[in-house]
């Protein structure tokens, strides 16, 4: 049997899905959420297909039908941009003026009622985007964590805040505030977790959020609506779906965004900045794309780096902004590298996400197999070979990871971002080749260094730090934990993202001040003792 044979067998048949697993019935969804309301679409919708194929009986490969969800227009998304601007009404609405502990009250009745959807909605991670059921589970729990750490954190920012100032006569308490109606987009490849990690900060700081979920991993947000209309005020949360150009466009182009929340392309990112009549007035945050380098020296434990190398490379079939996307290798140790390298990449299971030990899954793009196709042709016209045997090979939505080399500067891969499992190889020499790649790069957001020797490794930091947003010493480039600042530089990101700095990205700092006369200080202190005021209030929440 060929090996493009033994890839297509990897698609089961009906009886070959394990019941837990199944999707018995597909999801029509005709509903979406705003003002308070789930509301009923009756027009036209989107067929959700799967990546993950099923054989039937006659032998034949088809693609599963998921289900639809709405396709709306302008009317609905402004209307739920009205639904937002109400609820937030110009800062003076219940929620942005909600003391922090109740809002967090009503953050703590969604994670229950999350929770409880736990199951179908990694069951939805699985069949939707082709994520694996390890890091399905993974993506949901580390959510919820999420959102309790974020809790805990707004609790410790609201502790500093709640004492008073004196400085130089003037007498003043700084608190951070809302910025105002929220447009949240995530991504395809963590449609729930990169999603929550600006959705939430945006609505815990007091925000009202126009939600719209990526094109690809749609459905596994449906099992949450109502837990979004029964734990927030009306008009806090509001989603639409639909094309961009019907839904997100006219949005942008009201100028009622205040903040822009994205996880995807620059190019996408500047058109939807570009929409917004009043640009200086809308703040970004910004999770865009990236080719995070792997720089490999000469004494580096090539055992240890292949670890980290695949791991980094090829984890959720090297769908991650995060992925290492390019690798410099030293001639010295080149040739054991990619012969350990090759090998250990072949040996990777490919199959359906439930299946235990699988690290290959179908990839949920239409035409991603076709580009990284391309990708290959392309730098073999150039001189690069696929080394390991199994290197691209596909079928279907399926492509086994391929290792190019050696790359050079007149390919593609060596400067578009491949997001897949295409993993190009750089031989080099002198330690500047690399140090010039990213300095040279569009983007800037992580590079990862393996080497043992200090010297080199120092002054190795002490460049990199000033190229990119985080150094990786003998490890992949990644985002956790959230508790550090995630950002990147020139085409990769604008703003900062971590918990704390979350909050942060989506509020600004407010202050009542005083000059400390006799009669201000009794007027304060009447207020405070008072509990007249919501904002400026000595309250210290536990």
């Avoid at 839904?247 to 996880?263: D, E, H, Q, R, T």
């Avoid at 090979?393 to 578009?416: C, H, Q, T, W």
């Avoid at 990199?464 to 480039?477: A, D, F, M, W, Y």
């Amino acid at each position: 049997m060929s090996e493009n044979e033994r890839i297509k067998n990897v698609f089961p048949g009906e009886d070959g899905i394990p019941a837990a697993y199944k999707i018995e019935k597909q999801i029509q969804q005709k509903q979406y959420l705003v003002a308070g309301e789930i509301r009923l679409w009756e027009g036209a919708c989107q067929e959700v297909v799967s990546p993950l194929h099923v054989t039937g009986k006659d032998g034949v490969v088809r693609p599963v039908i998921l289900g639809c969800y709405p396709l709306l227009g302008e009317k609905e998304a402004l209307e739920a941009l009205t639904a937002a601007e109400k609820a937030y009404g110009n800062g003076c609405g219940l929620w942005p003026t909600m003391p922090v502990e109740q809002r967090i009250r009503h953050m703590e009745i969604f994670i229950r009622k999350m929770i409880d959807k736990r199951q179908e909605i990694v069951k939805l991670l699985m069949w939707e985007i082709g994520k694996t059921l390890a890091d399905s589970e993974k993506e949901f729990d580390r959510t919820v964590e999420y959102i309790r750490d974020t809790i805990e954190a707004l609790k410790d920012q609201d502790r500093e805040a709640s004492r008073f100032i004196l400085e130089q006569g003037i007498l003043a308490q700084v608190r951070r505030a809302p910025l105002g109606v929220v447009l949240c987009m995530g991504p395809f490849n963590y449609p729930l977790n990169e999603t929550f990690t600006t959705l939430i900060p945006a609505l815990i700081m007091g925000n009202a959020v126009v939600f719209k979920p990526p094109k690809l991993g749609v459905l596994l947000h449906y099992p949450l609506l109502a837990a979004f209309q029964e734990a927030f005020p009306p008009g806090v949360v509001n989603t639409v779906y639909g094309e961009g150009q019907q839904v997100i466009g006219p949005l942008m182009k009201s100028g009622g965004i205040n903040v822009l929340a994205f996880i995807g392309s620059s190019r996408v990112a500047d058109i939807l900045k570009h929409q917004h009549p009043k640009p200086h007035r809308l703040r970004s945050v910004l999770g865009l794309e990236a080719k995070n380098a792997g720089i490999i020296l000469a004494d580096a434990d090539i055992s240890q780096v292949v670890e980290e190398v695949i791991a980094g490379a090829l984890t959720y079939n090297g769908q991650r902004c995060t992925a290492l996307k390019i690798l410099f290798v030293h001639n010295q140790i080149i040739d054991e590298f990619l012969k350990l390298f090759a090998a250990k990449v072949d040996q990777l299971a490919m199959g359906m996400p439930w299946e235990p030990g699988v690290k290959i899954t179908p990839l949920p793009e239409p035409d991603k197999c076709e580009y990284l196709r391309e990708l290959i042709d392309d730098a073999g016209k150039h001189g690069a070979k696929v080394i390991n045997t199994k290197g691209g090979l596909n079928y279907g939505s399926l492509f086994f990871p391929a290792i190019l080399y050696p790359v050079n500067d007149k390919m593609r891969i060596y400067y578009e971002e491949q997001f897949g499992p295409v993993v190009p190889v750089i031989p080099f020499d002198d330690i500047s080749q690399p140090i010039q790649y990213v300095i040279h790069s569009s983007y800037g957001q992580q590079v990862s260094i393996f080497g043992t020797d200090a010297d080199m490794l120092a002054n190795l930091i002490d460049q990199l730090v000033n190229q990119v947003c985080r150094v990786n010493i003998n490890s992949q480039c990644q985002r956790s934990p959230d508790s550090l600042p995630f950002t990147g530089r020139k085409d990769s990101a604008e703003g900062t993202l971590s918990v704390t700095d979350a909050l942060r990205a989506f509020s600004i700092r407010t202050l009542v001040a005083a000059k400390t006369t006799p009669a201000n200080k009794k007027l304060i202190t009447d207020i405070v003792k008072g509990d007249k005021s919501k904002f400026l209030s000595t309250d210290f929440l536990l």
